[in-house]
């Protein structure tokens, strides 16, 4: 399998740093976390989602987002089940 650098730049450096990972095997590596499936401990996954507010200064963001009475947030939340703070 013969791949080119220029044409798949991502795929070459994702390949780079698997063949690292793997002469480092010993070692553990900052990108090596595991997930324990074996106790029933929820797993906490935090994303945080950057607002445009500077290119739309005059839009309410929050309030789209809140809706009336914060029933949009909750309806989200409840559809995703997830829980989510602004």
């Not at 390949?15 to 690292?20: I, W």
């Not at 507010?53 to 987002?65: A, I, S, T, Y």
Request: glycine share 4%; proline share 7%; hydrophobic share 35%.
């Amino acid at each position: 399998l013969s791949i080119d650098p220029n044409e798949c730049p991502n795929a070459m450096r994702l390949l780079e740093e698997e063949v690292k990972n793997a002469q480092l095997k010993n070692k553990a590596t900052k990108d090596s976390r595991y997930v324990d499936i074996y106790r029933e401990k929820p797993v906490k996954v935090v994303v945080k989602v950057l607002v445009p507010v500077k290119e739309h200064p005059r839009f309410n963001f929050v309030g789209k987002l809140l809706g009336p009475k914060g029933n949009s947030l909750k309806r989200l939340q409840d559809e995703t089940m997830t829980k989510m703070a602004i």
